[in-house]
C-alpha cells in the first residue's frame, strides 16, 4: 500500500513524540512491505514565529492533498501573550474547521500492566474501557460572538454555545454506530437542567435512538459524569458529548489510566483526511528534555493504520509492541513509580520499534518450523 502522510509536529514535545510515530510507522511498512510518504507542515507557535501564522495555507493545502494527518501537539508559554488570532491554538482550531473535523475519538482502556499507575485503587479501574466520542467543531469555542463588550455601560464578556441541529444529529448517529461494534450503551451527557443546548442534544439522542433498537441509550448531567467517572468508569461503553464538556472529561478520563502521555485520539472528518493526535499539549515544563511519553503519539499512529487505511494487523502489532513493552516493565517517568529507573523518549521509541521487528523474526522462525 502507498500513502501520503501529513505530519505537523507542532511545539514543545509534539516533535519528540512525533518523531516516535514517524519511525514506528516506518518500522511497520518495513515489516508488512507498504510505502508511507511523510510530509511536514508547521502549524502553532512554531508556524507563528517563522511565517507569522498559527496554520499557514500550504499547511492547510499539505493536509488536504494526504491521506491521514499525523499531529504532535501546539502551544507554550512563549505565544501566551499574543492576540487571539496569533495564538498556537487558533492554528488547532482552524484546521478541525478546514478539515471538518467533526468528532474527536478517545479511547480509554488500561494496559492492565499499568493498573498501579492509575490513581484509582486498581479495582475500581480494572477493566475499564470506554470511548469519549467528542463533537469537535460545535458549541462555545466556535460560537460568534466571543468578545469583551460593554453591559449597561460596565464591562462584560460573551461567549456563544451555538449547535445546529444536524451537528448534533451526525454527531450522535457516529456514535450509536460505534457503539455497534462495542458494547452497545451509548452514554450522552449534557446539562439538559440549565441549557437550552442541553435540552435539544437530549431531544435529538432519543430520536437517533430509536433508529437503534439494540443500543442501551442513557443520559447523564455533565456534572453526574464527571463524579462517576471516577467512582465507576467500568459503567460507561460509548460516551458522547458536546465539544467544552468532551474537552473536559476526556481530560479527567485520560489520568485514570495512569498518564495523560498514554492516551491516543483521532478526528473524523466528515469530507478529507482524518487526523491523528495524542490528547496531552505542548508539555513546555518537559519539552526538549527526551522525558515525554511518547506512546500516546505512537498509539494514534496505530488508529491512522486501522481507521485511514483499513489496515488491522498492522495497527495490532503496533499496539501489542506497546503492551508487550510495558509489560516488560519498561517506563518513562511519567508511568514509573518513584526510584524506579525510567526510559527517556527515544529510548522507549527504539524499545517499541524493537518489539515490532522482533514480532516478525518471532513469526518468521514459527513459520519456518510450521
Ligand atoms: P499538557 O498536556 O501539555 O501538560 C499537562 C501535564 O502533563 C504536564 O505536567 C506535562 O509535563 C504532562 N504531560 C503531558 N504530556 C506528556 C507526555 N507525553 N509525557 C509525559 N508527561 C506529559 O497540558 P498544559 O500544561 O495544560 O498545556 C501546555 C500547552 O499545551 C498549552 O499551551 C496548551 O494550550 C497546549 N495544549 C495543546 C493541546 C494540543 O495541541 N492538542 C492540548 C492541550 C494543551
Redesign the pocket.
Known amino acids: 500500500m502507498i500513502r501520503k502522510i501529513a505530519v505537523l509536529p507542532?511545539?514543545?514535545?509534539?516533535a519528540e513524540?512525533a518523531q516516535g510515530a514517524v519511525e514506528i510507522l516506518q518500522a511497520a511498512a518495513h515489516r508488512f512491505g507498504h510505502h508511507f510518504h511523510f510530509q511536514y507542515g508547521e502549524i502553532?507557535g512554531t508556524a507563528i514565529d517563522n511565517t507569522g501564522n498559527p496554520l499557514p495555507e500550504e499547511t492547510v493545502e499539505l493536509c488536504k492533498n494526504s491521506d491521514a494527518v499525523l499531529?504532535?501537539?501546539?502551544?507554550?508559554?512563549k505565544?501566551?501573550k499574543q492576540p487571539p488570532h496569533l495564538r498556537?491554538?487558533r492554528g488547532?482550531l482552524k484546521i478541525r474547521n478546514d478539515l471538518q473535523l467533526y468528532a474527536n475519538l478517545r479511547p480509554v482502556s488500561l494496559h492492565s500492566s499499568l493498573s498501579e499507575s492509575s490513581p484509582l485503587k486498581k479495582e475500581v479501574i480494572e477493566g475499564t474501557d470506554l470511548l469519549i466520542v467528542r463533537e469537535l467543531t460545535g458549541g462555545l469555542y466556535f460560537g460568534k460572538p466571543s468578545e469583551r463588550t460593554t453591559y449597561e455601560g460596565k464591562e462584560a464578556v460573551v461567549d456563544t454555545l451555538f449547535y445546529q441541529k444536524e451537528e448534533i444529529e451526525r454527531i450522535i448517529e457516529l456514535s450509536f454506530e460505534i457503539a455497534g461494534k462495542r458494547n452497545k450503551k451509548v452514554t450522552s451527557v449534557d446539562k439538559a437542567n440549565v441549557l437550552e443546548s442541553s435540552r435539544v442534544w437530549r431531544e435529538t439522542a432519543e430520536e437517533v435512538a430509536k433508529k437503534y433498537p439494540d443500543i442501551e441509550l442513557t443520559h447523564m448531567l455533565v456534572d453526574n459524569a464527571a463524579m462517576q467517572l471516577i467512582k465507576n468508569p467500568r459503567q460507561f461503553d460509548v460516551v458522547v458529548t458536546e465539544n467544552m464538556f468532551g474537552d473536559i472529561l476526556s481530560d479527567e478520563a485520560s489520568v485514570l489510566t495512569g498518564?495523560?502521555?498514554m492516551l491516543p485520539s483521532a478526528s473524523i472528518s466528515a469530507s478529507g483526511p482524518h487526523l491523528y493526535?495524542?490528547?496531552?499539549?505542548?508539555?513546555?515544563?518537559?519539552a526538549g528534555k527526551n522525558?515525554?511519553?511518547?506512546?500516546?503519539?505512537i498509539l494514534s499512529a496505530a488508529s491512522m493504520l486501522r481507521l485511514s487505511f483499513g489496515l488491522e494487523e498492522e495497527a495490532q502489532a503496533i499496539e501489542k509492541a506497546v503492551s508487550d513493552v510495558l509489560e516488560n516493565g519498561s517506563r518513562?517517568?511519567?508511568l514509573a513509580h518513584s526510584g524506579k529507573e525510567t526510559l527517556g523518549t527515544r529510548e522507549m521509541i527504539a524499545e517499541i520499534k524493537t518489539s515490532l521487528l522482533d514480532q516478525e523474526a518471532i513469526a518468521n522462525i514459527m513459520g519456518a518450523y510450521a
Open positions: 507542532g511545539d514543545g514535545i509534539g513524540v502553532g499531529l504532535g501537539a501546539v502551544g507554550g508559554p505565544w501566551d498556537p491554538e488547532l498518564s495523560l502521555g493526535e495524542p490528547i496531552h499539549g505542548s508539555a513546555p515544563d518537559i522525558t515525554a511519553n511518547p506512546l500516546g503519539m518513562t517517568a511519567d
